[in-house]
């Protein structure tokens, strides 16, 4: 089992919707100029904080020959392997 597996597995039981495989190209902006928040602890190669503000964005997703524009916030950022990224949005109601 890869790793996006085993970790779809352990989310599905907390998703509001359900998800559907899809191919596609998106582009993320950071609309949020600058984040607050509290060092929970600090290394030569990073930092973690923890911050009550939202990290805002917008988002296009173009595929199936159409471009939709989303806004939302930006609920998870994890390096999957090697220079590979993962990135959450959550889209506005």
């Known amino acids: 089992m890869n790793p996006r597996e085993l ?18 190209n998106v582009q993320l902006t950071v609309d949020t100029e600058q984040v607050d928040g509290h060092v929970e602890n600090i290394s030569r190669s990073g930092v973690l904080f923890f911050s009550d503000g939202d990290l805002r964005v917008t988002v296009r997703v173009d595929m199936e020959g159409e471009s939709t524009l989303r806004t939302g916030r930006l609920v998870r950022a994890q390096r999957m392997r090697g220079d590979s990224f993962g990135w959450a949005v959550e889209f506005d109601p």
């Open 7 to 24: 970790y779809g597995a352990r989310l599905s039981e907390r998703r509001r919707h359900n998800r559907r495989s899809t191919q596609g």
